[in-house]
């Protein structure tokens, strides 16, 4: 537990990087008559995101070498969270501080939405002379479009738009350290759609098996380590056995079932023979050090962790069986959502317009995530003459073959993505670690999500 403790550690304190106090009316008027208090007759939109200081230091200079030479009549004010990002900005419009416009997950837009807080961007995109939503990958209309009387994803308005994506669950994995049989196993691609076909269960637990090299209590190479957040890969597992971490109707846990508890002990069995818990937080590290043979992961990994001194291979993540549809699936899509009591709508809307042709272009050439426009993927990012790097050339089209499977991670209205790997987290290590029996982790899980999600309710 003491390891999982650190873990829980940095995890909050990571998570304190990530949200901001709004201390100013979401485009309000200064004495001088100026919107947002951003003078010279500027009107001032207030942006909200996770960034750091550094990101939004280069943001600043993007603004300065090209938005502010487009539209010299505004000002974007930059705020940086300082603390849980959603709840502070839930705060803030409960104050009715909130900024113009902030950063938004698929997995975290259900207070919003219930509460009317979101501007819909279907007329701005309409009116728009830079881009439509039609630019826009078809998956943020299964990330963004809500109808408020159906309560459904998929249709309906759109309340936010995408900045950039990957399928973040994808299999990644060293080459260098399979025997050709092994590389048969993990590489074939019997539909012909260009990235190797998902392992089943048993198929991925023998290579795991195989490639777990252990000599007494010392493990010199790892077979599998999750990557991400051990509840989002666990979550893609039970999507990938054609089940879902709570019920769609009640939305209450399904740790108690059966067919849910199958999956569960069988990834933690995984992550037991790989003494997950005595690993450190983040695992890319020790995968680029040529370490570990298998993790989860996204495109943004190989700059992010310099993987691309790998000989490396992308897979789907594995399925329970062949008769399972594999799903991988994106927690990615953060994108831009716009405030319904923003003052200065149409200028928040042309700070995202402009970011998503600014960025995406920027982005599209440094081959790191798939940006919003699609135009820009497939202009640059497909293109070897610009996408010069081998192994990264090879794994952008292993992902771009993958978008068309992509799904939004499973989405509860009453217990959020981040409140089930909150669970998940504190749990886990007494779990692995053997102060918890599978039956009380499992029935832990269960009490903890089916609280919030009564809570939430009312």
């Given at each position: 537990?003491?390891?999982?403790?650190?873990?829980?550690?940095?995890?909050?304190?990571?998570?304190?990087?990530?949200?901001?106090?709004?201390?100013?009316?979401?485009?309000?008027?200064?004495?001088?008559?100026?919107?947002?208090?951003?003078?010279?007759?500027?009107?001032?939109?207030?942006?909200?995101?996770?960034?750091?200081?550094?990101?939004?230091?280069?943001?600043?200079?993007?603004?300065?070498?090209?938005?502010?030479?487009?539209?010299?009549?505004?000002?974007?004010?930059?705020?940086?969270?300082?603390?849980?990002?959603?709840?502070?900005?839930?705060?803030d419009f409960a104050g009715g501080t909130e900024a113009d416009v902030f950063s938004?997950?698929?997995?975290?837009?259900?207070?919003?939405?219930?509460?009317?807080?979101?501007?819909?961007?279907?007329?701005?995109?309409?009116?728009?002379?830079?881009?439509?939503?039609?630019?826009?990958?078809?998956?943020?209309?299964?990330?963004?479009?809500?109808?408020?009387?159906?309560?459904?994803?998929?249709?309906?308005?759109?309340?936010?738009?995408?900045?950039?994506?990957?399928?973040?669950?994808?299999?990644?994995?060293?080459?260098?350290?399979?025997?050709?049989?092994?590389?048969?196993?993990?590489?074939?691609?019997?539909?012909?759609?260009?990235?190797?076909?998902?392992?089943?269960f048993d198929e991925f637990e023998v290579l795991t098996t195989q490639l777990l090299?252990?000599?007494?209590?010392?493990?010199?190479?790892?077979?599998?380590?999750?990557?991400?957040?051990?509840?989002?890969?666990?979550?893609?597992?039970?999507?990938?056995?054609?089940?879902?971490?709570?019920?769609?109707?009640?939305?209450?846990?399904?740790?108690?079932?059966?067919?849910?508890?199958?999956?569960?002990?069988?990834?933690?069995?995984?992550?037991?023979?790989?003494?997950?818990?005595?690993?450190?937080?983040?695992?890319?590290?020790?995968?680029?050090?040529?370490?570990?043979?298998?993790?989860?992961?996204?495109?943004?990994?190989?700059?992010?962790?310099?993987?691309?001194?790998?000989?490396?291979?992308?897979?789907?993540?594995?399925?329970?069986?062949?008769?399972?549809?594999?799903?991988?699936?994106?927690?990615?899509?953060?994108?831009?959502?716009?405030?319904?009591?923003?003052?200065?709508?149409?200028?928040?809307?042309?700070?995202?317009?402009?970011?998503?042709?600014?960025?995406?272009?920027?982005?599209?050439?440094?081959?790191?995530?798939?940006?919003?426009?699609?135009k820009y993927a497939e202009e640059y990012m497909l293109d070897p003459e610009i996408?010069?790097?081998?192994?990264?050339?090879?794994?952008?089209?292993?992902?771009?073959?993958?978008?068309?499977?992509?799904?939004?991670?499973?989405?509860?209205?009453?217990?959020?993505?981040?409140?089930?790997?909150?669970?998940?987290?504190?749990?886990?290590?007494?779990?692995?670690?053997?102060?918890?029996?599978?039956?009380?982790?499992?029935?832990?899980?269960?009490?903890?999500?089916?609280?919030?999600?009564?809570?939430?309710?009312?």
């Amino acid at each position: 537990m003491k390891r999982y403790g650190k873990l829980l550690a940095v995890a909050m304190t990571a998570g304190m990087l990530f949200g901001a106090v709004a201390c100013e009316e979401s485009g309000g008027t200064s004495d001088d008559g100026t919107f947002g208090g951003g003078g010279n007759g500027k009107t001032t939109v207030r942006f909200y995101s996770f960034n750091d200081t550094e990101t939004n230091k280069k943001l600043e200079e993007a603004l300065e070498a090209d938005f502010y030479k487009k539209n010299p009549d505004i000002y974007v004010q930059l705020e940086i969270s300082t603390g849980s990002f959603y709840t502070n900005l839930l705060t803030d419009f409960a104050g009715g501080t909130e900024a113009d416009v902030f950063s938004m997950e698929p997995g975290e837009i259900y207070p919003f939405l219930s509460e009317n807080y979101l501007e819909p961007l279907d007329g701005y995109f309409e009116k728009s002379e830079n881009v439509s939503l039609d630019d826009v990958w078809e998956i943020n209309n299964q990330a963004y479009a809500y109808d408020s009387e159906s309560k459904t994803f998929g249709t309906g308005k759109t309340y936010a738009v995408m900045k950039d994506w990957t399928t973040d669950s994808m299999l990644l994995y060293n080459r260098s350290l399979f025997t050709q049989e092994q590389l048969a196993m993990i590489e074939g691609d019997e539909d012909g759609d260009g990235v190797a076909d998902p392992l089943t269960f048993d198929e991925f637990e023998v290579l795991t098996t195989q490639l777990l090299k252990k000599q007494g209590n010392l493990i010199s190479q790892y077979s599998f380590l999750p990557g991400l957040a051990e509840a989002k890969v666990l979550a893609q597992f039970i999507t990938n056995a054609g089940l879902s971490w709570f019920d769609p109707t009640t939305y209450e846990s399904t740790f108690d079932t059966p067919e849910v508890q199958e999956v569960v002990r069988y990834y933690y069995d995984i992550l037991g023979k790989n003494e997950v818990n005595d690993v450190g937080s983040t695992f890319y590290p020790l995968f680029a050090q040529g370490k570990i043979a298998m993790v989860m992961g996204g495109l943004y990994c190989i700059d992010a962790y310099d993987l691309d001194n790998l000989d490396l291979g992308v897979a789907y993540p594995p399925v329970k069986d062949e008769n399972t549809e594999c799903k991988p699936y994106t927690t990615g899509c953060v994108g831009f959502a716009v405030s319904s009591r923003s003052k200065v709508k149409e200028e928040a809307f042309k700070f995202i317009e402009w970011y998503l042709n600014y960025y995406g272009e920027q982005d599209a050439k440094n081959c790191n995530n798939f940006p919003a426009l699609k135009k820009y993927a497939e202009e640059y990012m497909l293109d070897p003459e610009i996408n010069t790097n081998p192994v990264k050339f090879k794994a952008t089209q292993l992902f771009y073959g993958s978008l068309s499977k992509a799904v939004v991670i499973d989405r509860n209205p009453y217990c959020s993505q981040a409140s089930f790997e909150n669970i998940e987290f504190t749990y886990t290590g007494e779990y692995l670690e053997g102060a918890l029996s599978f039956e009380d982790f499992c029935n832990t899980l269960d009490y903890e999500i089916n609280k919030r999600v009564n809570q939430a309710k009312g």
